[in-house]
């Protein structure tokens, strides 16, 4: 009679149901690396989501994002999200965006990391005003008319 061999631990131990442990699973979240203008839309909406509604204030069920988060940290929390902010404008640069638009996103990004670094105020000041958003919405016009193929449902 043979004995089916039970898999082994590293230390040597055969695990057990009782002693098991389950290890939460990491969220995967797969942007397209594509240069076409569906790709470039899909990695514009999450950097916007990672900057402006990641995470759920409790109790207030109010969305803020990593630019309200690192703005608590002075000069260097403005500066990082303001070039991850740029990230979008280039993306939209890519897209061929006229550059009376990029201008008009550049300026989004710059108010919001200028009045961002004013202590106390600029605070308050990011919770409110989501420049990132705005930047999306001036993308997603454009892409609307001009590559209509792209264009998702909102709802």
Same mark, same amino acid.
């Given at each position: 009679?043979?004995?089916?061999?039970?898999p082994?631990?590293?230390?040597?131990?055969?695990?057990?149901?009782?002693?098991?442990?389950?290890?939460?699973?990491a969220?995967?979240?797969? @942007?397209?690396?594509?240069? /076409? #203008?569906?790709?470039?839309?899909?990695?514009?909406?999450?950097?916007e989501?990672? @900057?402006?509604?990641?995470?759920?204030?409790?109790?207030?069920?109010?969305? $803020?994002?990593l630019?309200?988060?690192?703005?608590?940290?002075?000069?260097?929390? /403005?500066?990082?999200?303001?070039?991850?902010?740029?990230? $979008?404008?280039?993306?939209? =640069?890519?897209?061929?965006? #006229? =550059?009376w =638009? @990029?201008?008009?996103?550049?300026?989004?990004?710059?108010?919001?990391?200028?009045?961002?670094a004013?202590?106390?105020?600029? /605070?308050?000041?990011?919770?409110?005003?989501?420049?990132?958003?705005?930047? @999306? =919405?001036?993308v997603?016009?454009?892409?609307?008319?001009?590559? #209509?193929?792209?264009?998702? $449902?909102?709802?």
């Amino acid at each position: 009679m043979r004995e089916e061999m039970t898999p082994m631990e590293p230390t040597g131990r055969v695990p057990s149901a009782r002693n098991s442990t389950v290890r939460p699973r990491a969220m995967r979240v797969e @942007l397209p690396i594509g240069t /076409d #203008p569906a790709s470039i839309r899909r990695r514009i909406e999450a950097m916007e989501q990672l @900057l402006e509604n990641s995470f759920t204030v409790p109790g207030v069920n109010y969305r $803020i994002g990593l630019d309200s988060i690192a703005g608590l940290i002075p000069v260097i929390g /403005d500066f990082v999200t303001a070039a991850m902010g740029m990230y $979008i404008v280039w993306e939209a =640069k890519n897209l061929g965006l #006229p =550059k009376w =638009k @990029l201008w008009r996103m550049t300026g989004n990004v710059a108010f919001d990391a200028a009045l961002g670094a004013v202590p106390l105020v600029g /605070d308050a000041f990011d919770l409110v005003f989501r420049s990132n958003t705005r930047n @999306l =919405k001036i993308v997603k016009r454009h892409l609307d008319r001009h590559h #209509p193929a792209v264009r998702t $449902i909102e709802g």
